[in-house]
């Protein structure tokens, strides 16, 4: 079954400083991917996502994430944190590579900014 | 921007009431969803609906949550008899034909007391 792992429960960094959000995925065919990020008491945007094609996806609010297939892996980077950037951050892939299909969560990751 | 809108924002209900979580999809979406968020924990799919029927229901989704689309506009999420661990946020999400993302809405936060 697929799944999502997020190794960072929680990741505290200062203001200026670039930021890593690891994402590690299990599925057998190329994953749809996403990045997902919830401010507290907030509903759920999209980051960014990947499909096929460039395997460097530029998001929104400076956000990137890089797909390495022989790493299973989807990690969000941004060269310089902001402090509104303190938020919930969830990985996510789509269950079965249909369009239609359930998204798949991982725990999150939650991201706390040192003024 | 379209975008997906839930009503209402903030549910408080008594244990074992019934209650109808609302929500408007993408007008030109095809396939939509519910899924629930418990406090401090990860997102999780419910139930997902296509062409009026459920297409696929996860172990959450029991006898007790139901779906509709009841004209053709609103996608509503039907508790029965509402239990203390019911009390979640429960986002509901809609993607359209060939679509790959699903737009969330800003989701509903239902509290069982």
């Known amino acids: 079954a697929q799944s999502v792992t997020q190794p960072d429960i929680h990741i505290t960094v200062s203001e200026g400083a670039s930021l890593e959000l690891r994402c590690n995925y299990s599925?057998?065919?190329?994953?749809?991917l996403f990045w997902y990020v919830q401010s507290p008491g907030q509903g759920l945007q999209l980051l960014l996502k990947?499909?096929?094609?460039?395997?460097l996806v530029q998001g929104i609010k400076g956000f990137e994430a890089e797909f390495k297939r022989s790493q299973s892996s989807f990690n969000l980077r941004k060269p310089s944190v902001h402090w509104s950037d303190a938020a919930e951050y969830f990985c996510?892939?789509?269950?079965?590579?249909?369009?239609?299909?359930?998204?798949?969560f991982g725990p999150g990751t939650s991201l706390s900014v040192i003024p | 921007e379209p975008e997906v809108t839930q009503t209402p924002s903030h549910q408080v209900t008594q244990m074992g009431q019934e209650v109808i979580l609302r929500c408007v999809p993408i007008?030109?979406?095809?396939?939509f969803y519910w899924y629930r968020q418990i406090l401090g924990q990860k997102v999780e799919f419910l139930v997902s609906f296509y062409n009026n029927e459920i297409s696929e229901k996860s172990e959450i989704f029991d006898d007790q949550f139901s779906v509709e689309r009841p004209d053709g506009s609103n996608f509503t999420l039907k508790i029965r008899s509402t239990k203390l661990e019911d009390s979640a946020m429960y986002f509901c999400?809609?993607?359209?034909?060939?679509?790959?993302?699903?737009?969330f809405g800003p989701g509903t936060r239902l509290t069982v007391t």
């Open positions: 007008s030109n979406h095809l396939y």
């Open positions: 599925y057998g065919a190329t994953p749809y």
């Open positions: 999400a809609s993607s359209g034909y060939g679509s790959y993302e699903q737009y």
């Open positions: 990947y499909f096929s094609g460039d395997t």
């Open positions: 996510a892939v789509g269950a079965s590579g249909t369009s239609y299909d359930k998204v798949i």
